[in-house]
Antibody
Framework: EGQLVESGGGLVKPGGSLRLSCAAS????????MTWVRQAPGKGLEWVGR??????????DYAAPVKGRFTISRDDSKNTLYLQMDSLKTEDTAVYYC???????????????WGQGTMVTVSS | QSVVTQPPSASGTPGQWVTISCSGS????????VYWYQQLPGTAPKLLIY???QRPSGVPARFSGSRSGTSASLAISGLRSEDEGDYFC???????????FGGGTKLTVL
C-alpha cells in the first residue's frame, strides 16, 4: 500500500511562513488527488484543502479559514505535495496530515492513505 | 462547533455491540456520502467506512455503517480492547468547498 511522509513542521511566530512537504511512494502519485487535513491539539479533524491531478487541471480548493493564506501545490516529477502557509495565526497550530483522496476507493472524501503527520506550532 | 455532531464519548465491554451516531442536515449527510475514520492513540486516522456502508479491504466485518435521512451510525460488534480510540464521521456539504468532519467520539473499552 502507498506511503506518505510529511516534513517541514516546526515552531513559527504569528505572521510567519512555513512550507510543509509530503513525499509519496509505492503508488502512482500523479494519479492521486491529494489533500491536507489538520488536527489541533486534543481536537478533531479539519479539512484544509486539496489539489486535483493534472488530468483535472491541477485545480485547488481551500477551507474558508485558510483561503488566501495557504497554497497547495504538487511536483509530480518528485512525487511530492506541498503546503505553503503564510500569515500564520496561533489557531493554525495543529498536526498536519497529507492524504490521498479516493485513490484506492473511488469516492470523494475517501481519504485512504495517510502520512504520520507533522506538527506546526504558531506561537510568539 | 461542527455542523455535523457526534456524542463526545461512548463505551462498552469486550464482546459488546456499540453504536456511534452522527447527526447532520440536508446539506451534508442528507445529500452526500458518509465516511468514518478511526484514530487509535498516537496514530494517524484510518479510513474505516466509505460511501455510507462500504468497508475498505482489511477492515473487519465487525465494523458497519449506515445512513438514514440526515443521520448516520457506525456499529461495532464484538468489541475488542484494540478498538479503543477516536472515531470521526465526515460528509460533503453543499455550502462548503470541502468535507465536514464530526467532532469525534472517544470510544472506551471498559
Amino acid at each position: 500500500e502507498g506511503q506518505l511522509v510529511e516534513s517541514g513542521g516546526g515552531l513559527v511566530k504569528p505572521g510567519g511562513s512555513l512550507r510543509l512537504s509530503c513525499a509519496a511512494s509505492v503508488f502512482t502519485f500523479s494519479n492521486a488527488w491529494m489533500t491536507w487535513v489538520r488536527q489541533a491539539p486534543g481536537k478533531g479533524l479539519e479539512w484544509v484543502g486539496r489539489i486535483k491531478t493534472d488530468t483535472y487541471g491541477g485545480t485547488t480548493d481551500y477551507a474558508a479559514p485558510v483561503k488566501g493564506r495557504f497554497t497547495i501545490s504538487r511536483d509530480d516529477s518528485k512525487n511530492t505535495l506541498y503546503l505553503q502557509m503564510d500569515s500564520l495565526k496561533t489557531e493554525d497550530t495543529a498536526v498536519y496530515y497529507c492524504t490521498t483522496e479516493g485513490y484506492y476507493h473511488d469516492s470523494p472524501w475517501a481519504f485512504d492513505i495517510w502520512g504520520q503527520g507533522t506538527m506546526v506550532t504558531v506561537s510568539s | 462547533q461542527s455542523v455535523v455532531t457526534q456524542p463526545p464519548s461512548a463505551s462498552g465491554t469486550p464482546g459488546q455491540w456499540v453504536t456511534i451516531s452522527c447527526s447532520g442536515s440536508s446539506s451534508n449527510i442528507g445529500s452526500n456520502y458518509v465516511y468514518w475514520y478511526q484514530q487509535l492513540p498516537g496514530t494517524a486516522p484510518k479510513l474505516l467506512i466509505y460511501r455510507n456502508n462500504q468497508r475498505p479491504s482489511g477492515v473487519p466485518a465487525r465494523f458497519s455503517g449506515s445512513r438514514s435521512g440526515t443521520s448516520a451510525s457506525l456499529a461495532i460488534s464484538g468489541l475488542r480492547s484494540e478498538d479503543e480510540g477516536d472515531y470521526f464521521c465526515a460528509s460533503g456539504d453543499a455550502s462548503l468547498s470541502g468535507p465536514v468532519f464530526g467532532g469525534g467520539t472517544k470510544l472506551t473499552v471498559l
